[in-house]
């Protein structure tokens, strides 16, 4: 019996377009387009993950430090995220959600979250199994170095 491999790139082609598709459809569903989605992106971070400083915010976000320092002084501006000076290191500071900020992602999330619950609850178990496992493998490839069990978590509490 031969195994054929799969076309790698043309399974990232077809992914790619698919990833674009969902995001589209998702960010069609925001609350407040307002905020912009690296803004969104970071303070989810924040609510997910809990405080932080900047610097490994940006690291986590991928984005560079200054980059980051636009992103936080926005978000304090609109009274999303608090900062206070770090306990140790008087040179940093720690940025965490703000009750407005835990909210606010509450809120933006809920409109996304009814629409791809609508799309999946039309889906059979067994294809609701095989895109959780797929869900865990693209998280997988989105945070390297994580073990599978914690991105599967994250997958499940995250949306």
Known sequence: MITQVPDVRALADVLS????????????????????????????????EGATTPGTLAAREGVRPPTMTRVIARLAETNLIDRSPHPTDGRQIIVAASPTGFAFIADEALPREEWLTEQLSKLSAEEITLLTKAVAIINQILVPGAPAAAVEDAARTTG
């Open 17 to 48: 377009v698919s990833a674009v598709r969902l995001a589209r459809r998702l960010r069609h569903r925001r609350a407040d387009p307002h905020i912009s989605l690296s803004q969104l992106s970071a303070l989810s971070a924040l609510v997910r």
